[in-house]
């Protein structure tokens, strides 16, 4: 198993530099340069001004020069400084050390998913066993209905009905932002509350589409399982019906689901810029979307790396746990 | 009321809030210090040097913290701040800035004349990057006569000189001196002589300001002025609505149809004033068809300017007519208007050789039907519905329009750049000085330059040359006139609108004076009577 992940690892390395190779082209693809927001419509640029900022952002070399000078210092760690006028190091920007770790951009958006992902888990396994037990029940229906309205609604519209309702109308939540502005003036606890009530809408509203997605694929991969030789012949030898369910079905039949988490990883960083944005989240969605607008290549370049990395190490864990789940894997 | 405050009773006052007593709590006068000012903005600032900053909501936070050598009164005549006068010399070459002597750095340091030169050296310096360096290159020398008088010196007479001693070049040079502008901790952590310091700044998040004790035009009576960045307007609107902001830009909508329940009309005020800034219809002037004045004052005579501004802006707007704003000094209402008259652009089509010949209602003129894009920015859709009242209005008498909406960066680099448009549906932001030499000017239609519709006029040259040259306001009234009615007769643009700037702030706000120049410029006069204040700063 050891020997397993260790060559695993190891073939990521060249996937990784792949990535990043195919994205620093492509990001070039895009019309617009970092210093457009400096010289466009602007009356008080010449020519000369606007060669001296792209002489000074290193943006006057040919592409493939750009590339080998940004992979040297990426060797090393050093993402680069921000092309926004803030000049600040890529890293600082998404791991801040000079603010408490909850606060650090990277971190928001990590637990932010990791709450939702456990969420997900929580009532979509429920959901879908339930649903595929009593197949076309009302439970099922009702669970169908609801299931598939949450999946379909858009998620910046529920947010904002959520909004309306438990802020603005009953005020239980606040609307935006992950911390009050009398935070400091709190108790300890209080302030862990007062992070958590801040979390409850974002959270929710990450998790409904993906509770609809997990539990309807769980419900169909349980009932092709359910109707197997395998549960007829445990059910004859006269096993308890939640030992059947539970222990023989429900595991064969999350095989597909964890495949299926590995690779929404990728999706999860993408699903953070809307509801990161209608929050006022500052998580790595946010600042994604700042880099792109303004084509911040290094802050680009180092938020993509670092979701490359969590998508493969995703597809790791993905493996991994399979080959947990099912012995058949890990003979091979 | 604490406008009968003797100055002495308000050093006093200054005096024991800076050393955090509360003992002046029974005093009646202080009862309008205190609270906090909550603002909600889309964007956040990048950074709050202003020679570095290019985006509006650094700018904003920036103007609190640093001060310049001048600024604008309400009614945009420039006015001392941090110059108590100036002289210029009568050939227009030198200007001599009189410092004020009372003004200190927040950390104690008093202002002198060398931080105003050290701020000029930083800008003109090719390893700074900034965009506003070109104004300061006409500068010949510059020189400090003594700790409070600052000279310096033009090539030749340039009456926007005045205007660029803002706060652009007031640098603390004690801070400064000896490390790289764009490395220095000053970025983020601002230090100015301005009505407000910067406490806190938490990206993505929120930054707060509080009153600066040493502000030379008196502390002001707010605690705080906190930025809360909200990048989805729909969520900032509601925050406004649960109370968690007071102060926001609404849209026309807004304004006009979400905001007068009981509810909004009780806890707030809202204001209108002009923007800085007009959207217009420009054409290509290489384009053969668009070279004819005809068919240029025809579109302005097909479209009706007046249903725009109420169908788009729900009437929360000026039709404009010049690229100045109404009510402006630069302003000339008496130009050549183009009134909605599709009876005349049916007639002026025809005097060009556009002809309706066929049945599907396009004209016609050596075998090409009159039919043209207009391509607008991706976002806005103030433009967006602009535009398709354009091309219905058009539609009827005779010319077919079609609509593209393009990425911004994309629209400047493939369409703008290389030329490849026949008519832009865009918006200018303008400056307060009438100077416009680098929109309308014909020497200005290279690549990336400003006047990329190539237009051009030798009365319109001559004109902004000569308007550049003076700093007599009256003879520049004229002259920008002169131009404005060049401008109005040949219609290289159709301007359109000049929309309002829509501020709703809470009612505990008192002393907010509206004017042209906006509402807040006052703000450190702005109060909160006791009784009334929601938030308590905790030191």
């Keep these: 198993m050891l020997f397993y992940c260790f060559k695993r690892l190891l073939g990521m390395v060249p996937v990784f530099f792949g990535v990043t190779l195919l994205s620093f082209f492509i990001i070039q693809l895009a019309p617009g340069k970092p210093t457009d927001r400096l010289t466009d419509l602007n009356p008080r640029i010449t020519p000369e001004a606007r060669a001296r900022l792209e002489q000074y952002y290193g943006l006057d070399k040919p592409i493939i020069i750009q590339y080998v000078a940004w992979l040297s210092r990426v060797v090393r760690f050093d993402f680069g400084t921000s092309f926004s006028s803030d000049a600040r190091p890529v890293l600082e920007k998404i791991w801040d050390r000079s603010v408490p770790v909850l606060d650090r951009r990277l971190m928001v958006t990590f637990l932010i998913n990791v709450i939702s992902f456990v969420l997900i888990m929580i009532v979509a396994v429920p959901v879908g066993v339930l649903a595929a037990y009593r197949p076309h029940s009302w439970i099922d229906r009702i669970t169908s209905v609801v299931v598939f309205v949450g999946f379909a609604a858009p998620k910046f519209w529920i947010a904002l009905l959520l909004m309306m309702l438990f802020s603005v109308t009953l005020g239980w939540f606040p609307i935006s932002g992950i911390k009050s502005l009398h935070y400091a003036s709190l108790s300890e606890t209080a302030q862990y509350l007062d992070r958590l009530r801040h979390l409850a809408l974002p959270v929710f509203v990450s998790a409904c589409g993906g509770i609809a997605g997990i539990s309807r694929y769980l419900r169909a991969s349980m009932l092709e399982t359910l109707s197997s030789d395998f549960i007829v012949t445990a059910r004859a030898k006269g096993l308890p019906e939640s ?4 222990r023989h079905a429900l595991r064969n039949a999350l095989l597909p689901i964890i495949t299926l988490l590995g690779l929404s990883v990728p999706g999860f960083v993408a699903g953070s810029v809307i509801f990161e944005t209608i929050f006022g989240i500052p998580g790595m969605g946010q600042l994604s979307y700042q880099a792109i607008m303004m084509r911040d290549y290094p802050v680009i370049m180092g938020l993509l790396c670092i979701t490359a990395l969590l998508t493969m190490i995703g597809n790791l864990i993905a493996d991994v746990c399979y080959a947990y789940s099912d012995p058949r894997i890990r003979m091979r | ?54 985006d509006s909501a650094s700018h904003d936070i920036a103007s609190l913290i640093y001060s310049g050598l001048i600024k604008y009164d309400t009614d945009l005549r420039i006015i001392g701040d941090l110059a108590e006068s100036w002289d210029i010399s009568p050939d227009g070459l030198t200007i001599i800035f009189h410092l004020r002597k009372d003004v200190v750095w927040e950390d104690g340091t008093p202002f002198t004349a060398d931080d105003v030169l050290y701020g000029f050296k930083t800008i003109t310096d090719p390893s700074t990057p900034t965009a506003y360096a070109e104004e300061y290159k006409q500068v010949q020398s510059a020189e400090v006569l003594d700790a409070h008088t600052f000279r310096v010196t033009y090539r030749q007479p340039y009456a926007p000189a005045l205007t660029s001693w803002g706060n652009m070049t007031v640098l603390p040079r004690h801070l400064l001196e000896g490390s790289s502008i764009q490395k220095s901790p000053l970025v983020r952590k601002a230090v100015g002589t301005g009505p407000f310091r910067l406490k806190e700044w938490v990206p993505g998040e929120k930054l707060t300001l509080v009153a600066s004790p040493s502000y030379f035009d008196g502390r002001p009576y707010l605690d705080a002025y906190i930025c809360r960045f909200i990048p989805d307007p729909a969520t900032q609107f509601l925050e406004l609505q649960a109370g968690t902001i007071d102060c926001m830009s609404l849209t026309p909508l807004q304004y006009s149809r979400q905001t007068n329940s009981s509810y909004f009309l009780q806890h707030f005020q809202k204001f209108t004033y002009p923007t800085f800034s007009y959207t217009y219809l420009a054409f290509n002037f290489l384009h053969p068809w668009f ?32 690229p100045y704003v109404p009510h402006t000094w630069p302003y000339n209402p008496n130009v050549p208007e183009y009134v909605y008259d599709p009876q005349r652009a049916i007639q002026l089509l025809d005097e060009a050789g556009w002809h309706l010949r066929d049945n599907d209602g396009v004209r016609i003129r050596d075998g090409k039907r009159f039919e043209f894009t207009i391509l607008t920015n991706m976002g ?101 006139g002169e131009f404005q009615k060049i401008i109005a007769e040949d219609v290289p643009y159709i301007f359109l609108y000049v929309p309002y700037a829509l501020p709703i702030v809470h009612r505990r706000f008192q002393n907010i004076q509206p004017a042209p120049i906006g509402i807040t410029y006052n703000i450190h006069r702005w109060y909160v009577p006791r009784e009334m204040q929601r938030y308590r700063l905790i030191p």
Excluded at chain 2, 38 to 51: F, H, R
Aim: proline share 3%; charged share 20%.
């Design chain 2, 380 to 480: 806005n859709t103030l433009r967006l519905n602009t535009a398709t009242i354009i091309q219905w209005r058009l539609a009827q008498v005779g010319i077919k329009v079609n609509i593209r909406v393009i990425e911004w960066s994309t629209l400047i680099n493939e369409f703008i750049d290389k030329k490849r448009f026949e008519a832009l549906l865009l918006g200018w932001s303008i400056g307060v000085d009438p100077d416009q030499y680098d929109i309308w000017h014909s020497s200005k239609t290279g690549t990336k330059e400003l006047n990329f519709i190539s237009y051009a006029n030798t009365d319109v040259d001559r004109l902004l040359e000569a308007g550049r040259r003076t700093f007599d306001m009256a003879e520049r009234k004229r002259i920008y």
């Design chain 2, 1 to 54: 009321m604490f406008f009968n405050i003797a100055p002495s009773a308000l050093i006093l006052l200054i005096i024991a809030l800076c050393c955090g007593a509360q003992a002046t709590e029974n005093a009646p006068h202080n009862s309008a210090y205190g609270d906090a000012f909550v603002i909600g903005v889309i964007g956040e600032p990048s950074v709050l040097i202003p020679m570095l900053a290019t």
């Design chain 1, 243 to 246: 030992t059947v369910v539970f």
């Design chain 2, 291 to 322: 070279q004819d004045k005809r068919v240029r004052q025809a579109i302005a005579h097909a479209i009706n300017r007046r249903e725009i501004v109420d169908g788009v802006l729900l009437g929360l707007g000026e039709v404009a007519t010049s």
